[in-house]
């Protein structure tokens, strides 16, 4: 995943700006950036040259913020097509499975097809071809045998659990960024209240 280059703010005084550089905290496994939770504000506006203003600061956390919905709602998409696809892989495995135990046991399967809206016919599948033809879309399907099927279809089902799992880590990973960078957002708003406050009196 690319990461923005830079998130620019700017106030009639201020000349400074603040890269992604200075509020993240390096990377997880799949290069999403962590948020920087910033303990000092007065200290960590005070190390840019002006000092950050209230501005500056809220605008940066607020675009990075917006950033990490983005990657939220992408990561939830796909996380939801994964969890459609694995039964659908499993599904097709135990049928495969099924056929092969048919075959080995030189018996054949009677099944139904659909014909038509609530319509359905019988049908005798011979099991002893040992064949099967996968869909694997874009119009294309392949003949395996029983046993490529099975692997191939393995595969599909390892990786696509590995990706699921790595999405799970990764959209809970962006949630924890997303109330840091809103606890960041809120104790600058804070601490610039408590400012105005102590020169006000």
């Known amino acids: 995943m690319s990461n923005p280059s830079v998130i620019e703010a700017s106030h009639q005084e201020d000349v400074a700006n603040i890269s992604v550089e200075h509020i993240i905290d390096g990377k997880n496994e799949r290069d999403i950036p962590a948020t920087r939770f910033i303990e000092d504000i007065e200290m960590f506006s005070s190390s840019f040259n002006p000092p950050a203003s209230v501005q500056l600061l809220i605008g940066a956390f607020s675009d990075l913020f917006g950033k990490f919905k983005q990657i939220e709602a992408q990561l939830s998409e796909k996380k939801m097509s ?3 696809k694995i039964p659908d892989i499993e599904k097709s495995l135990r049928l495969i499975e099924h056929l092969k135990d048919k075959k080995d046991a030189e018996e054949s399967v009677i099944t139904r097809y659909p014909l038509a809206d609530t319509v359905y016919a019988k049908a005798e599948v011979d099991c002893a071809q040992g064949v099967v033809n996968l869909w694997l879309g874009a119009n294309v399907m392949v003949e395996y045998s029983y046993e490529e099927a ?5 595969s599909k089902e390892k990786s696509a659990k590995k990706q699921l799992k790595e999405m799970t880590e990764d959209l809970a990973f962006v949630r924890n960024q997303i109330i840091t960078c809103e606890v960041n957002i ?3 708003y804070n601490w610039d209240v408590r400012k105005r406050r102590i020169a006000g009196q």
């Open 150 to 154: 099975l692997e191939f279809l393995g």
């Open 82 to 84: 994964f969890e459609e």
């Open 186 to 188: 809120s104790r600058v």
